[in-house]
Nanobody, 119 residues
Framework: QVQLVESGGGLVQPGESLRLSCAASGNSFMLYTMGWYRQAPGKQRELVATITSGGTTNYADSSKGRLTIARDNAKNLVYLQMNSLKPEDTAIYYC?????????????WGQGTQVTVSS
């Protein structure tokens, strides 16, 4: 079992920055691919970025160049640095932990943190 707790969301103006954090419980954190997803009002949840246990990253096209995912395996933390925020970045941001082991998918989600970009 993995429990995920996001923090760092809030209200910012366009062009400003935020850093989201996700704290994970458990001692197998480094085995999981970690990800950030977001869900805007009236839309489906979508990928923002993922990072594997080895540090390989993957970004949605809308995230490239402005958002950076990172992880600290020693502290069981995942970060999402968001720069040059736009109103369309407004959403609930969710942390995800995923791994496949012996054919079983382990897939965990946090409760989400609200990010609002508005002037």
């Amino acid at each position: 079992q993995v429990q995920l707790v996001e923090s760092g969301g809030g209200l910012v103006q366009p062009g400003e920055s935020l850093r989201l954090s996700c704290a994970a419980s458990g001692n197998s954190f480094m085995l999981y691919t970690m990800g950030w997803y977001r869900q805007a009002p009236g839309k489906q949840r979508e990928l923002v970025a993922t990072i594997t246990s080895g540090g390989t990253t993957n970004y949605a096209d809308s995230s490239k160049g402005r958002l950076t995912i990172a992880r600290d395996n020693a502290k069981n933390l995942v970060y999402l640095q968001m720069n040059s925020l736009k109103p369309e970045d407004t959403a609930i941001y969710y942390c995800n932990a995923k791994r496949t082991i012996f054919g079983r998918l382990d897939d965990y989600w946090g409760q989400g943190t609200q990010v609002t970009v508005s002037s």
